[in-house]
Nanobody
Framework: QVQLVESGGGLVQAGESLRLSCVASGQIFRTNKMGWFRQAPGKQREWVAFITNTGTTTFADSVKGRFTISRDNAKNSVFLEMNSLNPEDTAVYYC???????????????WGQGTQVTVSS
């Protein structure tokens, strides 16, 4: 069974930083694109950032210049460094992974359970 487990969420004040981590476990042959999404109360889930298995990164305009995404392929992990946080960043953050499992001929999408990030003004 494949699991993506996030950690690192919490309560911070505006202007502060947080680092989210996500580890994928299970019979994983290869991790392809990984990333982060978020969902604020009363809003739809939105994309935050992606990183390919070769390290190419893309970011939503709302976080560009403030957030950094990185990964450790050897540990099937992805990280989100969030700086200059503001109350509009408050949301549940979900880890995403396009994973190629052992014995499978294709990759599938997997999600973590989410970690809460709350930014107070």
């Amino acid at each position: 069974q494949v699991q993506l487990v996030e950690s690192g969420g919490g309560l911070v004040q505006a202007g502060e930083s947080l680092r989210l981590s996500c580890v994928a476990s299970g019979q994983i042959f290869r991790t392809n694109k990984m990333g982060w999404f978020r969902q604020a109360p009363g809003k739809q889930r939105e994309w935050v950032a992606f990183i390919t298995n070769t390290g190419t990164t893309t970011f939503a305009d709302s976080v560009k210049g403030r957030f950094t995404i990185s990964r450790d392929n050897a540990k099937n992990s992805v990280f989100l460094e969030m700086n200059s946080l503001n109350p509009e960043d408050t949301a549940v953050y979900y880890c995403y992974g396009s994973l190629w499992l052992v014995g499978k001929g294709w990759s599938s999408d997997y999600w973590g359970q989410g970690t809460q990030v709350t930014v107070s003004s």
